[in-house]
């Protein structure tokens, strides 16, 4: 492997139409491919898009397209070539020995985004599971002459640091004990939250694809502190903050980790203690860019995700978010709201379209939760007085002429 830093990459990157992707597609699947490998700084020179009629075993593409992948990276004086698709361990090897340059795929890509992300014990266990799952088969086919002692991708964080040679055996028990250790975490987690959801308190996951603005909606909607970043995947670890609404009850949000598109399956697998929080919600928030021209692509891979993870039969509300700016694909996002009620447009800059957010919200929660309303004359002193002697009053709204009680059933 060349061991270089992650400003002195020059990375080709080659993305492949293997499903009769039209030229609007493609040119998506590339802006996300640059984007990625600039959240780990790393600098794109040129990209190459193949055709894939029949996947090569050796290689995943033909010949002739490797030779062709080889003379632009030798133009652009390229030092890694990216392969914006899952290749197999013995893909990779051959690749590298015809390029005679490192290659990265997309599941080794997000895994290294994700391992600068990881803040938190629980983070970083669950990236060292989606390594050690990843280098599995890898190490079953044999070395990678290119990769030999990498700690992480080449000049992302943590270079340098020793990458031990794993034979099967000790890859799989070291699998086994990270599964182990990220259970005994989940289960704390969900004793923690079991006491903050002591009593009837409704929950709400905000989900959706990676930098929509889940975390800014969350700030926006509690007025507490969240990080936020105009990165890929700033958020890993979810975040848990409570909201009182209007009517006296209080609700748990909770930002999850983004989606992407062709999440590796063995990524949700390292990370389902932290994609658990969509199936543990009571309800859940689809957050959308209002300002993505992908939107539409976004929307499917986050409801695909969900499926996956048996989340779709929640009450979901759908946010455009970012109405502030200038919408991306206008149709889109009009059909997108045609087919998913509600829907609702907001802006955590300028606090345009919260309060209906949250106003649904409030019904979810009276709806969800054993809780009731009820609405009396002011000159019903009687009734009044007996809500009184019942209690179980979470809060009294005094209008001119009546007054409304929301009440524990």
């Given amino acids: ?58 290689t995943y593409i033909g010949s002739g397209q490797a030779e062709e992948v080889k003379l632009h990276a030798l133009q652009f004086d390229a030092t890694l070539v990216y392969f914006d698709t899952a290749l197999s361990g013995r893909n990779n090897r051959n690749l590298e020995a ?29 990236v060292a599971l989606a390594r050690c ?34 034979d099967r055996r000790r890859l799989e028990e070291e699998i086994g004990r990270l599964k182990k250790e990220i259970e005994t975490v989940r289960r704390q987690r969900r004793t923690q939250r079991k006491r903050r959801l002591a009593g009837d308190t409704v929950s709400f996951a905000l989900v959706g694809y990676t930098n929509s603005g889940k975390s800014s909606l969350l700030k926006a909607l509690t007025g507490q502190d969240t990080f936020c970043e105009d990165k890929l995947f700033a958020t890993l670890d979810p975040l848990e903050r409570t909201l009182e609404l209007d009517i006296g009850l209080k609700v748990l949000l909770c930002d999850t980790v983004g989606f992407v598109s062709r999440l590796p399956h063995f990524l ?21 860019d209002g300002s993505d021209e992908k939107i539409v692509d976004d929307y499917e891979t986050t409801l695909s995700v969900l499926g996956e993870l048996e989340a779709l039969d929640k009450p979901m509300a759908v946010v455009f978010n970012k109405c502030d700016m200038e919408r991306g694909d206008e149709v889109g996002l009009a059909t997108i709201a045609a087919m998913r009620k509600p829907s609702f447009s907001t802006s955590a800059k300028t606090g345009e379209g919260l309060e209906a957010l949250k106003s649904w919200m409030k019904d979810q929660a009276l709806s969800l939760s054993h809780v009731e309303r009820i609405t009396l004359a002011l000159d019903d002193a009687q009734a009044i007085a007996e809500v009184y002697a019942q209690g179980g009053i979470i809060s009294a709204d005094y209008q001119a002429e009546s007054v409304t009680f929301t009440l524990r059933k």
């Fill in 133 to 166: 799952q990843f280098l599995l088969p890898r190490l079953k086919q044999g070395a990678n002459p290119y990769s030999q002692q990498r700690g992480g991708v080449r000049g992302a964080k943590g270079e340098g640091e020793r990458q031990i040679e794993l």
């Fill in 98 to 126: 015809l390029l005679e340059l490192p290659v990265m795929d997309r599941n080794e890509l997000i895994i290294e985004i994700f391992a600068t992300r990881a803040r938190t014990r629980e983070a970083r266990l669950q």
């Fill in 268 to 288: 949700i697998d390292a990370f389902s203690s932290t994609l658990e929080e969509a199936t543990l919600a009571d309800a859940l928030i689809l957050v959308l």
């Fill in 1 to 58: 492997m060349i061991e270089t830093s992650a400003s002195e990459e020059r990375v080709l990157v080659v993305t492949l139409a293997e499903n009769g992707e039209d030229d609007n597609a493609l040119r998506r699947m590339d802006e996300e491919a640059i984007n990625l490998l600039d959240t780990l700084g790393l600098h794109v020179v040129s990209t190459l898009t193949f055709p894939i009629k029949s996947i090569n075993s050796a």
